[in-house]
């Protein structure tokens, strides 16, 4: 059975109003679609991360012992965020609306959450750097993989041009959403209230509504994620199926991730490396896949990163 996604969570909890705007906002949006969801009670728990499997032999001649080995493991602090979309309308222009006011403050809700699940992705790969995340939202998978060891470099040099591609393995006890207060998920009601202009010094009627959600990331196997970095436009830097191979040939034997997450260039320049060096020489189709693992497209993934990144 397929572990509960985002859109699962919300109908789960009987959010019928958020569950259906998050249908339609996140069939854009492959990390919420693809990846688990879970709830806990809180905002917080602590959980051990794998951070190395046990080496050693376990053989051993006959009245003598063998070492003991272990594997190893780290304590993190897994945690949820305030996350509270909010929008504003001056009352005047919602009530002059072809369809009526709940006409469009229902095609603002939209538009609101699909906002907020652009956020909410680009969160899940860049986590707390301040240019490409949110410093006051949960870590993302920038600062949870093992930058040393789970990493491809394609070379980039050109600044300010680089993209990423991110092998990811899901399951409850590697990498999963989490959502603190139970799975919280609320669209408030619209309300009424006198909101100061751009000026700041005169006053006017808004129709006012919000989202509340506590959502978080956990990545309980630093083995579990990997990431080609430095991709850009430059001759040889470009995204190769042999870069993708280098990159599946970081996870341990046994694992194999779930998807390929790229940008809609790393796409083409995939697609392209594969046109130049086919039998026929003809234009490939855009790749589905890449050695049997399924490529998400995304926008969320940026393609001006910076090479320090």
């Given at each position: 059975m397929a572990n509960p996604n985002l859109l699962d969570i919300a109908k789960l909890n009987g959010s019928d109003a958020v569950a259906g705007?998050?249908?339609?906002?996140?069939?854009?949006?492959?990390?919420?679609?693809?990846?688990?969801?879970?709830?806990?009670?809180?905002?917080?728990?602590k959980t051990l991360v794998r951070t190395a499997v046990p080496t050693g032999s376990s053989f051993r001649s006959a009245n003598e012992g063998v070492a003991n080995v272990k594997g190893t493991y780290e304590n993190r602090l897994v945690e949820t965020y305030i996350?509270?979309?909010?929008?504003?309308?001056?009352?005047?222009?919602?009530?002059?609306?072809?369809?009526?006011?709940?006409?469009?403050?229902?095609?603002?809700?939209?538009?609101?959450?699909?906002?907020?699940?652009q956020d909410i992705c680009k969160q899940f790969y860049y986590g707390t750097n301040a240019t490409f995340g949110n410093a006051d939202g949960f870590p993302g998978l920038l600062q949870a993989y093992d930058s040393t060891n789970m990493v491809v470099d394609a070379g980039g040099t050109s600044d300010s041009t680089a993209s990423s591609v991110w092998a990811v393995?899901?399951?409850?006890?590697?990498?999963?959403?989490?959502?603190g207060n139970a799975g919280e998920m609320t669209m408030e009601d619209p309300r009424l209230e006198s909101v100061l202009d751009s000026g700041g010094?005169?006053?006017?009627?808004?129709?006012?509504?919000?989202?509340?959600?506590?959502?978080?990331?956990?990545?309980?196997?630093?083995?579990?994620?990997?990431?080609?970095?430095?991709?850009?436009?430059?001759?040889?830097?470009?995204?190769?199926d042999d870069m993708?191979?280098?990159?599946?040939?970081?996870?341990?034997?046994?694992?194999?991730?779930?998807?390929?997450?790229?940008?809609?260039?790393?796409?083409?320049?995939?697609?392209?490396?594969?046109?130049?060096?086919?039998?026929?020489?003809a234009p490939a189709p855009f790749p589905s896949e890449a050695f049997g693992v399924p490529i998400a497209v995304t926008d969320a993934i940026s393609e001006v990163e910076t090479l320090t990144l």
């Open positions: 705007l998050i249908d339609e906002a996140a069939k854009a949006h492959p990390e919420v679609l693809i990846a688990p969801s879970r709830t806990i009670k809180g905002l917080n728990y996350f509270n979309p909010r929008w504003q309308c001056d009352k005047a222009i919602a009530d002059r609306y072809e369809d009526g006011a709940e006409a469009f403050i229902s095609l603002e809700a939209s538009a609101i959450l699909e906002g907020a699940m393995k899901f399951s409850p006890k590697d990498l999963t959403w989490v959502w010094s005169n006053s006017y009627t808004a129709y006012i509504q919000e989202l509340l959600a506590y959502p978080g990331l956990q990545v309980g196997n630093i083995m579990t994620v990997a990431r080609i970095k430095k991709i850009t436009a430059e001759s040889g830097k470009t995204l190769t993708i191979s280098d990159l599946l040939s970081k996870f341990p034997a046994g694992i194999v991730p779930d998807a390929l997450f790229m940008s809609r260039r790393s796409l083409k320049q995939l697609q392209q490396s594969r046109t130049a060096t086919n039998a026929t020489g």
